[in-house]
C-alpha cells in the first residue's frame, strides 16, 4: 500500500520561498511518477508539476518559472520549492503518485499560508 | 489549456437514487497514444481527493461498482446508480492528455 506524507513550513512570508517534501513508503520507485497540485478557493485544484524517478520535470506554466522539484531515492522523497511566493499561493499542497497521466494515490495534504 | 467544464455545480440527490455529473473538455482529449486520460476523482468533506475511475470509464481499486464513467472525445460523465450517504463530496474531473494538466472547477454532492 502506498502512502505519501508531505512536510515543510505551514508559514511562509511573502517574497521568500516555499519548501516542501514529500515521503514516500510502500513503492518501488523505479519507472514511477510523482505529482504536487494545490488546492485553494481561488483557484480550485491546480496541477503544479511532475517529476519522474529519473528527475526529469515537466511544470504547469503558469508556474514554471518559480517552480523546482527534484527526488532524493535514496530517502525516497521528493520535494517541492516555489519561490518569490505571495498570497496566491495559499493553499493545501499534496503530494501525489501517478499512474495512466492522472494521480493514482495522493497524500494527505499540507496547508501553506503566506503571510507577514 | 485544455478548460473542463463541470455541470451541475451542485447535485442534491435523495439516497438510493442515481446520480449523474457531467464534464465537457474545450478540446478533445483523446492522446496522440489514442487513449483518452480524463479521470474523476472524489473528495469527501475534510479528506484528501480520491481517485474513483481512470481513463474514462474504469473504476480504480476499492470502488464500489455503482461507479461509472462514460464518454469520448469532450463530452464525459461520472454517473452513481443508487447514491449512499457516504458519496457525499465534491466530484472533480481531470485530464492527463494535453501537457498541461487541468481539473473541472468541482461538483458538490448532497444529500436532499
Known amino acids: 500500500q502506498v502512502q505519501l506524507q508531505e512536510s515543510g513550513p505551514g508559514l511562509v512570508k511573502p517574497s521568500e520561498t516555499l519548501a516542501l517534501t514529500c515521503t514516500i513508503s510502500?513503492?518501488?520507485?523505479?519507472?514511477?511518477?510523482w505529482s504536487w497540485i494545490r488546492q485553494s478557493p481561488q483557484k480550485g485544484m491546480e496541477w503544479i508539476g511532475n517529476i519522474y524517478y529519473s528527475g526529469s520535470t515537466n511544470y504547469n506554466p503558469s508556474l514554471k518559472s518559480r517552480v523546482t522539484m527534484s527526488v532524493d531515492t535514496s530517502k525516497n522523497q521528493f520535494s517541492l520549492k516555489v519561490t518569490s511566493v505571495t498570497a496566491a499561493d495559499t493553499g493545501i499542497y499534496y503530494c501525489?503518485?501517478?499512474?495512466?497521466?492522472?494521480?493514482?494515490?495522493w497524500g494527505q495534504g499540507t496547508l501553506v499560508t503566506v503571510s507577514s | 489549456d485544455v478548460v473542463l467544464t463541470q455541470s451541475p455545480l451542485s447535485l442534491p440527490v435523495t439516497l438510493g437514487q442515481p446520480a449523474s455529473v457531467s464534464c465537457r473538455s474545450s478540446q478533445s482529449l483523446v492522446h496522440s497514444d489514442g487513449k483518452t486520460y480524463l479521470h474523476w476523482f472524489q473528495q469527501r468533506p475534510g479528506q484528501s481527493p480520491r481517485r474513483l475511475i481512470y481513463k474514462v470509464s474504469n473504476r480504480d481499486s476499492g470502488v464500489p461498482d455503482r461507479f461509472s464513467g462514460s464518454g469520448s472525445g469532450t463530452n464525459f460523465t461520472l454517473r452513481i446508480s443508487r447514491v449512499e450517504a457516504e458519496d457525499v463530496g465534491v466530484y472533480y474531473c481531470m485530464q492527463g492528455t494535453d501537457w498541461t494538466w487541468t481539473f473541472g472547477q468541482g461538483t458538490r454532492v448532497e444529500i436532499k
Open positions: 501525489t503518485k501517478n499512474r495512466y497521466r492522472g494521480f493514482e494515490n
Open positions: 510502500g513503492a518501488s520507485g523505479a519507472y514511477d511518477y
